[in-house]
């Protein structure tokens, strides 16, 4: 079952400085519209390439096409789908060079066959001079800051460092409409930073990438991480800065607690495959690929433990947010907490967390036994508890050098220089987890309770 998305009329507002992109489904005629908001864009429109302002605008569009296309609906596997989009170009002959490089990276992303052609741009897009505060500051370096507990250590690792005193850090965020947490948590972070460090860093300013739409959108955000990238790789042409993806190596290879969790369970938003695959795509249209994960090797909790300022960090933690299921509080026993406490972004961050004083609110324990509305439906066999489960039966099995390289390899992960030190990773990564348990309570117990 292919999916053809028809790209139609477009326009640019310049007194709300907004792009508008009309979609639909050419077989169902269902109809959406990218909301694009981004203040700054005209101003970086008129230092940026083509070619960047192009990789902004495709990944707004994957990112979008990606919300409007429903799994269940448009699959046949109940899982991938196919789908053909014709993308709207400045530099066509260029990105057609990318082509097959492009496809590998958004089907490795997001876990479907995309067909990618491009046709020329009509958009109009108005420039504007640069704020003198892009150009006369130096931007060392360029964050993705997403209002989690990884991306706010990258910020603080940077800020603290000895050898950038004297330099200043460009933050890049994104806000969808649907998700208006992280926006939130994004804006508590920056303002509770010491006023040192906030007068050394730039936050480009809201932007929004909304899908306006009337079917039943996707909800997974799998192609997240390239509006993220997008953005960044747009703000970082003028220098060619180098970009940072702050991010815990045990999330970035999401191993997968169970064979069953390989595939729909398992994002790729940060992979070192993903990562890789995105830089040739950049390289071909001879873009900045300085794209980096300097935690890649590193648990949560050792980067916890290793940021460079960790009283500034213990005071500022409570604010960030790790949840992946932040809005789903009927169940929860604590439902003013901030967390659920029991998905395994919750889960790791518990972890992570032991060696210092964790004020995060929590809905749940992991040692929780009951859950629904009447109390009487046991947790570890409810759809809250899945997650719970699965970790238990990861921790309950043995584990070889081999096995860890099998399913590393499953994953797509292919470079051998860097076999060793995931495996190493691995092994950590269960290691803190079930250190948790141990403190929480008896594993032994729970994986029995659990029919494991």
């Known amino acids: ?221 799998r192609s997240r991480s390239i509006l993220f990238l997008g953005i960044a790789v747009l703000v970082s042409d003028m220098r060619k800065t180098p970009i940072i993806v702050p991010e815990n190596g045990s999330v970035s290879l999401n191993f997968p607690l169970s064979s069953s969790r390989r595939g729909a369970c398992s994002t790729r938003t940060t992979h070192p495959k993903f990562i890789s695959l995105l830089k040739k795509t950049l390289d071909k249209v001879n873009l900045n690929s300085d794209i980096e994960n300097p935690y890649e090797f590193q648990t949560k909790g050792e980067m916890v433990k290793m940021c460079l300022n960790t009283s500034l960090l213990k005071q500022m933690v409570k604010f960030s947010n790790s949840c992946g299921k932040r809005g789903h509080v009927i169940n929860r026993d604590n439902r003013n907490s901030s967390h659920c406490g029991v998905c395994m972004p919750c889960t790791y961050r518990k972890a992570s967390l032991l060696s210092i004083k964790d004020q995060t609110t929590y809905g749940d324990d992991i040692n929780k036994k009951l859950t629904g509305r009447n109390k009487t439906t046991p947790f570890l066999l409810s759809g809250q508890g899945q997650d719970l489960k699965a970790m238990l039966d990861f921790l309950g099995i043995k584990l070889s050098d081999e096995d860890i390289m099998k399913e590393l390899t499953i994953g797509g992960v292919d470079n051998d220089d860097k076999f060793g030190n995931f495996i190493s990773l691995i092994n950590k990564t269960r290691k803190e987890l079930r250190d948790l348990v141990d403190k929480s309570c008896n594993i032994q117990e729970r994986r029995k309770m659990a029919g494991l």
């Open 1 to 221: 079952m292919e999916v053809e998305i028809i790209i139609e009329d477009s326009n640019f507002s310049k007194k709300d400085k907004k792009i508008d992109i009309r979609i639909k489904n050419s077989k169902t005629n269902e109809e959406g519209v990218i909301k694009i908001n981004f203040p700054e864009f005209c101003e970086f429109a008129s230092v940026s390439s083509s070619t960047a302002i192009d990789f902004f605008l495709i990944s707004s569009m994957i990112y979008s096409i990606d919300r409007f296309v429903n799994r269940k609906l448009n699959s046949e596997d109940g899982w991938s789908r196919n789908i053909k989009v014709v993308l709207p170009v400045f530099s066509k002959e260029l990105w057609k060079s990318s082509i097959d490089e492009l496809q590998q990276t958004l089907s490795f992303l997001t876990g479907d066959y995309w067909n990618i052609d491009f046709k020329d741009s009509i958009i109009e897009i108005p420039t504007k001079i640069i704020s003198l505060d892009y150009v006369d500051k130096f931007y060392k370096q360029v964050n993705l800051f997403s209002g989690g507990l990884d991306s706010l250590i990258g910020a603080i690792d940077f800020l603290a460092s000895p050898s950038n005193k004297q330099e200043n850090l460009l933050l890049v965020s994104h806000f969808d409409s649907q998700m208006k947490g992280p926006n939130y948590d994004q804006n508590i972070l920056i303002s509770k930073l010491p006023t040192e460090y906030q007068n050394r860093i730039k936050r480009v300013s809201l932007v929004e990438v909304t899908l306006k739409s009337t079917n039943n959108k996707e909800k997974t955000f």
